[in-house]
Nanobody, 115 residues
Framework: QVQLVESGGGLVQAGGSLRLSCKAS????????MGWYRQAPGKQRELVAR???????NYADSVKGRFTISRDNAKNTVYLQMDSLKPEDTAVYYC?????????WGQGTQVTVSS
C-alpha cells in the first residue's frame, strides 16, 4: 500500500514563503516521478512542479523562478519550496506519485496567500 501525506500549508502574506512536504510510505518512492498539483475553487487541478526519479525538474510558467521542487529518497519525501507567494497561488496543493501508469495522491494541504 502507498500512502502520501502532505504538510506545511497555511496562511501567509503576499511575498512570504512556505515549504510543503510530502512523506510517502511504501517501496515505490525512489522509482516514482513526484509532482505537486494545485486546485483553486472553481478551477481544474493543474500541475505546479514535477521531479523525475533521476532528479529532472519541470515547473508551470506561473511559478517558475519562485518555486523549487526537490526530493530526498532516503526520507521518502518530496518538498516544494514556495517563495514570493502571490494571492493567485491560493489553492489546495496535492502531492502525486506516478509509478508507471498509476497515480497515488495525498489528501492535500491548503495554502492561502493574503493581500
Amino acid at each position: 500500500q502507498v500512502q502520501l501525506v502532505e504538510s506545511g500549508g497555511g496562511l501567509v502574506q503576499a511575498g512570504g514563503s512556505l515549504r510543503l512536504s510530502c512523506k510517502a510510505s511504501g517501496n515505490i518512492f525512489s522509482r516514482s516521478a513526484m509532482g505537486w498539483y494545485r486546485q483553486a475553487p472553481g478551477k481544474q487541478r493543474e500541475l505546479v512542479a514535477r521531479i523525475t526519479s533521476g532528479g529532472n525538474t519541470n515547473y508551470a510558467d506561473s511559478v517558475k523562478g519562485r518555486f523549487t521542487i526537490s526530493r530526498d529518497n532516503a526520507k521518502n519525501t518530496v518538498y516544494l519550496q514556495m517563495d514570493s507567494l502571490k494571492p493567485e497561488d491560493t489553492a489546495v496543493y496535492y502531492c502525486d506519485a506516478r509509478f508507471f501508469s498509476y497515480d497515488y495522491w495525498g489528501q492535500g494541504t491548503q495554502v492561502t496567500v493574503s493581500s
